[in-house]
DNA sequence: ACCTTTCTGTTGTATTTGCAACTGTTTTGT
DNA sequence: ACAAAACAGTTGCAAATACAACAGAAAGGT
């Protein structure tokens, strides 16, 4: 665990809160880390849930698969990045989808009411604990804002300028990768896989985009 | 104001919290109210803000227009609920939305950072207040996860379904009342009204459901 | 009561999409 | 180094959608 702390003090949850400080906080919310293969469910849908979790390696995705196996993808976590938390606030609400490794990953569970309890001693920074969450979820909020801005388009065209756009402007360039590769960004954009690909490749042709694999570069 | 203290009480925000400690609250929230014409914007689109606000009265929709003058629905708001909570817990993050009221409206404004930021004194419920807020966050962030459920389907018939599915489910019935009119409901969904309007007839048609204006039965 | 505006439903057409099947390339595991 | 699996691109076709233009019904204002 100890080799986390400096990932862990940069992470949201954690921002502003010192490397010593950290430590004793572990324990008091009863921090627990769990591996994941790749494939593995770290959540699953209906299910409840009363720990936050954290992603300390790998990369999981926030996902769903309806009732013919079509499978839509609603987010990505990176490293660093924290999911679950609005069930664990929510606490009597059953989750809406499954979050799985798609990579090997390591995962530490933070208990919630410990977060949301203040601890009258040890703990300095608790407020600034809860601070950051409720800072997480809104950021989370804007990028779903922003997820059903793509998604509000009419075309697949529309829907990948809009989500490339916003990858762009993230990236501070007009060069830049994508975290999906391309049956992945159709379940991301719930498109058709070789519809997009078609629509990438007329998009290339007449000079708006170039790529290779998931490397962009928008004209 | 002493006429929406009963009303505010039972907002999200101030759940749990006494009418007599309320009265008290608002003086150090800096509570402000304002009143808004029908068409009137409460917030627009680039502004940054650093206050909730929370619907007193009325109805406002959130929601953007592009380009070409195409209306896209984020969400209603309707009396109790808050809104602008995600842009003023970001603090520098401008706003991507506009939010307008769609009726004769009156919003109380309240300063975030007070919310925030511990007040020493005076307020008991203060922690109470910030974890309001927390789950205020994650309710509207389940909120929009949903919308994207309904927004990820391929047809106009299976969104149309997902959505009226949700909104049966929220009113705990098959017979219920939608808070939108066909091009509203349109623009919520995205899709094109006239299409929207003749899967609505044909599966009436075909006995899924019927209804008559905003008054619907899934059957 | 009347006129105007808003709302809802209808139809036809051009465009776009989803789907399925296939090819060639790249990556992975052994 | 090789075989198998995963990935990206291509094409044809049936189905669904957006768009536009129009007609009747309901609602609102005077």
Redesign the pocket.
């Known amino acids: 665990m100890k080799k986390y702390l400096p990932r862990l003090k940069n992470s949201k949850l954690f921002q502003g809160i010192g490397e010593d400080e950290l430590a004793s906080m572990l324990d008091c919310l009863s921090a627990v880390t769990r591996n994941y293969y790749k494939g593995e469910s770290v959540f699953s849908r209906g299910e409840r849930i009363d720990s936050v979790a954290l992603l300390l390696e790998g990369c999981i995705h926030i996902q769903k698969e309806d009732y013919w196996g ?1 499978l839509s993808i609603l987010s990505e976590i990176s490293e660093g990045e924290l999911f679950g938390e609005v069930y664990a606030c929510l606490g009597s609400d059953e989750l809406l989808n499954n979050a799985v490794a798609v990579k090997p990953s390591k995962v530490l569970f933070l208990d919630v009411k410990r977060i949301l309890t203040m601890c009258p001693s040890a703990c300095r920074f608790h407020g600034r604990l809860i601070r950051n969450l409720l800072t997480a979820l809104a950021q989370k909020n804007k990028m779903l804002t922003q997820k059903l801005e793509h998604m509000s388009r ?4 529309e829907k990948l300028l809009s989500y490339l756009s916003e990858q762009s402007q993230r990236a501070g360039s007009p060069v830049f990768d994508i975290p999906f ?3 992945q960004l159709a379940d991301f954009l ?3 896989r ?8 007329r998009m290339r042709d007449e000079g708006i985009l170039s ?1 290779d ?2 490397h962009f570069i928008l004209n």
């Open positions: 079509n009419r075309t697949t065209r590769n391309r049956q719930s498109v058709d070789s519809a997009m690909s078609a629509e990438l490749c790529f694999r998931n």
